[in-house]
């Protein structure tokens, strides 16, 4: 009775997750279906879900109208080189935080944590200012020192979760074994944390890879990535979902791959901690 | 030894740069006609070989966020902007447009259609170039109309409207009379209630400010809008635009569609319409009041007054609006595909006459809008389909989400009038109008 009970509860939970996961993944579905699609069969009033004539001209008009490769590479430097800075910048703050707590740090985290609920548009003019005199405006090396701001408090604040769970021990024994600050951190802190440093390095890479407030504002034509890819695609006066959809799919897709090969990572990152 | 070095550098790098192209930084929609203008820009490049184009192609409401930041506050991104008709008066007024004095001897400035170049001027003087120039037209289904025994005469009115929308209805087979846009926004279906309004009497504000929504003319406006559309629109209408009414109208769903004029050339488009052969075209409907409902919009090309490269952006601008561009554009994709509504020669020529069935439409209709005398009362501002004034962006979004309520029946056509009387009190209040 009880095997079956416990049969019938794995069922169930089983088809909840499937459900759940179904529900989250079709939209994603649905665009690259629409990728396939001619535009008025894209916007048709009673759409087919794979019974239509699957053509890649939206994906040849793409790749002929954009330089999605410039765009590409300015998303992999932006991303890869703010998740790398924050890194820098992030492990030695959450290692003081973690191991050298004073009265004031909780406070401190949570006001870092605050920024994030800014409103970005409530600081566009002073940072557009900022860019504008010191010409970083259109360049990688400013949206990189942007999306290394924007993601700092979330990267600090995860690898302060990981830090916690290391037991001090390990690195006072370290100390006494004569470690400085830099071997402490290096030798012995970052390899027993480097799940969790994977983990925050891989979901920043995603964070900013799919931000699309700033890299729209700040960019032009020089350092514009995907997110502005996607964007040159929305018409206000003609068809175009078709040919928003192959960008979409060109966009998501590396990003995608990522995410895919690294979610038990990921997953393994994410969840450290949590059922403490 | 060390002056003669920097002598040496200095004399490279002069040379360097004087090797180098110009490149200029171009901003603009992603709308057909621009996507004809990019892909024909190697033409202009070929014309120029000391300057290079950049292009950044955007949403048409992204677009406006980025340009309207780097121009305020001098960002110096872009060389060449796209702005609409709403933008250049209030723009031009500020001094973050340069005067277009340089377009050429040969650029033949009185082309331009009066009441276009009339939106893009302050104080007489050209702040911006039109690209393509659009109003607003009644599409039909001559099928329809002729299977309900009705003749759409060239000017209809707003009652013939609705008797057409009711003949034409077929909601068993999918066919709904009338399709006009719900969505919310200053630029969706405010575009289409504030002209449609205009023909009804209404105004935005009188000659001192005062918001006029408690006013009879716009109950009668919001009240007829509500009822066609409840009675003979299409369901979930409050949610569509310009591209669901089109997509709408397209697969034969629509029995007409008011909206722009530049819709003309898409219903007839063999290749993404099911009524291709089936479209005619009227003038916007009024009510007889000496006033029709219908807008004017102009896509325009401006220099920002934050760009170093004056000249090369005149240069550009004075080729893509020229007419040199309209018989390049006519050779390489066919007369169809010019950009409409901007040059007067445009309308005298046979062979676009004949190519674009909606033209001579689109010319009366542009010619009978008069941005400065939008209604039948005198108005304080200037604008068809819009206000020009920087709060309108605002307030007519706010005004428009009222509207869409009301035509979901979330709320009464009263309370959504009282409502945006109310926000516009408010916020006209807080700008501290009258200035």
């Not at chain 1, 699609?37 to 699957?54: C, G, H, Q, Y």
């Not at chain 1, 939206?58 to 991303?79: C, G, K, Q, T």
């Not at chain 2, 920097?6 to 992603?30: G, P, R």
Request: aromatic content about 10%; proline content about 5%; some cysteine.
């Amino acid at each position: 009775m009880a095997i079956k009970d416990t049969n019938k509860s794995k069922l169930i939970y089983t088809l909840a997750a499937w459900t759940v996961s179904g529900m989250i993944f079709f939209p994603i579905l649905w665009t690259i279906i629409t990728s396939f699609k001619t535009e008025s069969e894209a916007i048709s009033a009673s759409p087919r879900l794979f019974m239509f004539d699957w053509t890649l001209e939206n994906y040849a008009e793409v790749l002929s109208r954009s330089p999605y490769f410039d765009h590409f590479m300015n998303s992999v430097v932006i991303s890869l080189g703010a998740s790398l800075l924050g890194l820098l910048i992030a492990i030695p703050a959450a290692w003081s935080m973690a191991f050298v707590q004073t009265k004031r740090t909780k406070n401190l985290l949570k006001w870092m944590l605050s920024t994030k609920m800014l409103p970005p548009v409530g600081v566009l003019i002073p940072i557009y200012l900022l860019f504008r005199d010191f010409g970083l405006l259109d360049t990688r090396i400013g949206l990189v020192i942007v999306m290394t701001l924007i993601n700092l408090p979330i990267m600090v604040w995860m690898l302060y979760t990981y830090f916690r769970e290391i037991p001090n021990e390990i690195l006072e024994a370290a100390r006494m074994d004569g470690a400085g600050i830099k071997q402490e951190i290096f030798q012995v802190l970052l390899p027993i944390a480097l799940p969790g440093i994977a983990s925050t390095l891989l979901l920043n890479v995603i964070l900013a890879w799919n931000e699309a407030f700033w890299t729209l504002i700040l960019t032009a034509a020089n350092a514009a990535p995907l997110t502005a890819f996607i964007a040159s695609y929305s018409s206000p006066e003609g068809l175009f979902y078709a040919k928003l959809s192959a960008a979409s799919v060109m966009a998501v897709v590396p990003i995608l791959i990522l995410g895919w090969f690294s979610q038990k990572q990921l997953v393994r990152g994410l969840s450290f901690g949590a059922v403490k | 030894m060390l002056k003669k070095l920097s002598l040496i550098i200095a004399s490279a790098l002069t040379i360097n740069a004087a090797a180098q192209a110009e490149t200029i930084t171009i901003a603009t929609v992603n709308n057909g006609d621009m996507i004809t203008m990019k892909s024909l820009s190697s033409e202009f490049e070929k014309q120029h070989p000391d300057i290079d184009l950049k292009w950044v192609t955007l949403e048409e409401n992204i677009l406006r966020q980025r340009v309207t930041t780097d121009v305020a506050t001098s960002g110096g991104q872009y060389d060449v902007m796209t702005i609409g008709t709403y933008e250049v008066p209030i723009w031009g007024k500020q001094g973050w447009l340069t005067e277009l004095n340089g377009l050429g001897d040969d650029y033949d400035i009185d082309d331009l259609l009066p009441a276009i170049r009339s939106g893009l001027s302050v104080n007489d003087k050209l702040y911006a170039a039109p690209f393509y120039g659009e109003s607003s037209m009644v599409m039909y289904r001559t099928d329809l109309m002729e299977k309900a025994g009705l003749e759409m005469p060239k000017a209809p009115t707003w009652s013939f409207i609705k008797k057409a929308a009711a003949a034409m209805t077929d909601k068993d087979a999918g066919v709904y009379g009338i399709c006009l846009r719900g969505k919310a926004g200053w630029g969706e279906n405010i575009a289409l209630l504030t002209s449609m309004s205009n023909s009804f009497g209404a105004r935005w504000f009188d000659e001192n400010w005062k918001p006029q929504f408690d006013s009879k003319a716009w109950k009668d406006t919001l009240e007829y809008y509500v009822d066609v559309m409840d009675k003979y629109g299409p369901p979930g209408a409050s949610a569509n635009g310009f591209n669901e009414n089109l997509a709408l109208f397209q697969t034969g769903k629509c029995g007409m569609w008011i909206d722009a004029t530049v819709a003309g050339g898409f219903v007839t488009n063999e290749k993404d319409s099911e009524v291709a052969d089936k479209v005619g075209f009227a003038l916007a409907p009024d009510n007889g009041l000496g006033k029709r409902g219908n807008w004017l919009w102009a896509w325009t090309l401006a220099i920002p007054s934050s760009s170093k490269k004056t000249d090369a952006a005149m240069k550009f601008i004075s080729w893509a609006t020229s007419k040199g561009y309209s018989n390049l554009v006519a050779d390489k994709k066919g007369w169809a595909n010019v950009p409409p509504g901007t040059r007067t020669s445009l309308y005298e020529n046979d062979a676009y006459l004949e190519a674009a069935p909606f033209a001579q439409i689109t010319l009366d209709s542009i010619n009978s809008a008069d941005p400065k005398n939008p209604t039948v009362e005198p108005v304080p501002y200037v604008g068809i389909q819009f206000v020009a004034i920087p709060e309108f962006q605002g307030i007519g979004t706010a005004v428009g989400q009222q509207f869409s309520a009301a035509l979901t029946g979330r709320m009464t056509v009263d309370q959504a009038l009282q409502s945006s009387q109310r926000l516009v009190e408010r916020a006209m209040r807080k700008a501290r109008y009258p200035k």
